[in-house]
């Protein structure tokens, strides 16, 4: 069964740290992994990654997908309180008409 | 600017009940998704559709239907709502694929 994991759950660190979230999946015919942030109600784009090894950078977020090891990592340095929101992980595969699959998120919560 | 809105912020509805959920997009995209989305399980695709009268399976699709009759409107609709339907619904429009989606402000259903 296709599944996305996401790790840690929640996370709570102080301003002016970094932190790496976690991204595992089990995905057949795998064709991008996506990252998104959900503040409030609804999520926003960050990256879409397709190849191995490449980063993507915007800004103080940067993220990178390991296809041989099947995980992606989101790093977020000197965090900020807006950078709290729930940052989910997904997954779009190859299909007919390809679909998503989304992992549960990781809650950050950046305390001044 | 790019738009996706959707007919309810909070809706509050008895169980055995028929709910419409509406949600309209203003980008002429030609997809557009439902997800619900619950703690610990991220979003979930319901359905999908790829064009006008147009719609797909997701993968939770039990207990729901929809309808799309014009290319800017996706109806979700609850036949008959039970409690286990309770949660976040969000709608999402695509010009093609999947990776570029925009989600509404979401619906926060709870049937009692």
């Known amino acids: 069964e296709d599944k996305v994991v996401q790790s840690p759950l929640s996370l709570v660190v102080h301003e002016g740290d970094t932190v790496t979230l976690n991204c595992s999946y089990e995905?057949?015919?795998?064709?991008?992994l996506l990252w998104y942030k959900q503040e409030k109600k609804a999520p926003t784009f960050l990256f879409m990654l397709t190849s191995s090894g490449i980063e993507k950078k915007s800004g103080r977020l940067s993220s990178i997908l390991d296809k041989k090891e099947l995980f992606s990592i989101l790093n977020i340095t000197a965090t900020q309180t807006g950078d709290s929101a729930i940052y989910l992980c997904a997954v779009e595969r190859r299909t007919s008409y390809d679909k998503v699959i989304f992992g549960p998120g990781t809650s950050l919560s950046v305390i001044p | 600017d790019v738009k996706v809105t959707q007919s309810s912020r909070y809706l509050v509805k008895r169980t055995g009940e028929k709910v419409f959920l509406e949600c309209v997009q203003d980008m002429d995209h030609e997809n557009m998704f439902w997800y619900r989305q619950d703690p610990g399980l991220g979003l979930r695709l319901i359905y999908f559709?790829?064009?006008?009268?147009?719609?797909e399976k997701g993968d939770i699709p039990e207990g729901y239907s929809v309808s799309r009759e014009k290319k800017e409107r996706f109806s979700l609709i609850l036949e008959s709502a039970s409690t286990n339907q309770t949660s976040m619904y969000l709608c999402a429009s695509a010009l093609d694929g999947l990776y570029e989606q925009y989600f509404g402000p979401g619906t926060r259903l709870t049937v009692t």
């Open positions: 559709s790829y064009d006008v009268k147009m719609k």
């Open positions: 995905v057949t015919n795998f064709r991008s």
